[in-house]
């Protein structure tokens, strides 16, 4: 699995347009889950009521789920933590790698097993490449930004001017890179 560049593995409106089952089919055991405009609209206390469905499918199936934020609020990093019973990685610094590589750790789960979701190109996109996990980006939540998050969204947009839209992209991608790790055998 590679992440090409600045492009995401896969661009979706909502997380929810993620089949969970989808991801534990593709050999994914972690899920590392942005916070701000990503699981919860900026200004917000409370995660969207799709995103924590998804995450209870989640968990059923089998996945690992963990919060990393950039976000320096602690007490709503708890909150968002316990209601979408994920642990969170507090001051992730993102791009930087290492709230990823920490939240990874501490789930004893590799790079190979692990996605990011998140929706910032500059911050999830790039820290995912750096930490050579694949990004699903998802649409921001709320148009309510930080004021350099605001003046990074229009080259985001231009830079994913190319990028479709859609979930099956990215899991042929996915079946694609696990069938040539297996010596082209489907796994």
């Not at 469905?53 to 919060?67: K, Q, V």
């Not at 750790?105 to 996990?133: K, R, W, Y």
């Not at 990215?170 to 297996?182: F, L, T, Y």
Request: charged share 25%.
């Amino acid at each position: 699995m590679s992440v090409l560049g600045f492009k995401p593995w896969c661009r979706v409106h909502r997380l929810a347009e993620v089949d969970p089952a989808d991801l534990e089919a593709l050999g994914v055991r972690l899920v590392l889950l942005d916070r701000d405009n990503t699981c919860v609209p900026r200004g917000e206390h409370d995660p969207a009521p799709d995103v924590v469905a998804w995450c209870e499918r989640a968990r059923e199936l089998g996945l690992r789920l963990a919060l990393v934020s950039n976000n320096w609020s602690v007490a709503a990093l708890k909150t968002t933590s316990a209601a979408l019973e994920a642990p969170v990685v507090t001051f992730a610094l993102k791009p930087l790698p290492f709230g990823l590589w920490s939240a990874m750790e501490a789930a004893g789960v590799p790079a190979e097993q692990t996605v990011l979701v998140g929706d910032q190109l500059f911050t999830d996109g790039l820290g995912s490449l750096l930490a050579n996990i694949p990004v699903i980006l998802v649409d921001p939540q709320s148009t309510r930004d930080l004021f350099y998050t605001r003046w990074l969204r229009p080259l985001e947009a231009r830079l994913m001017e190319d990028v479709p839209y859609g979930w099956e992209r990215a899991r042929a991608e996915r079946a694609r890179a696990r069938g040539a790790d297996s010596g082209g055998k489907a796994s």
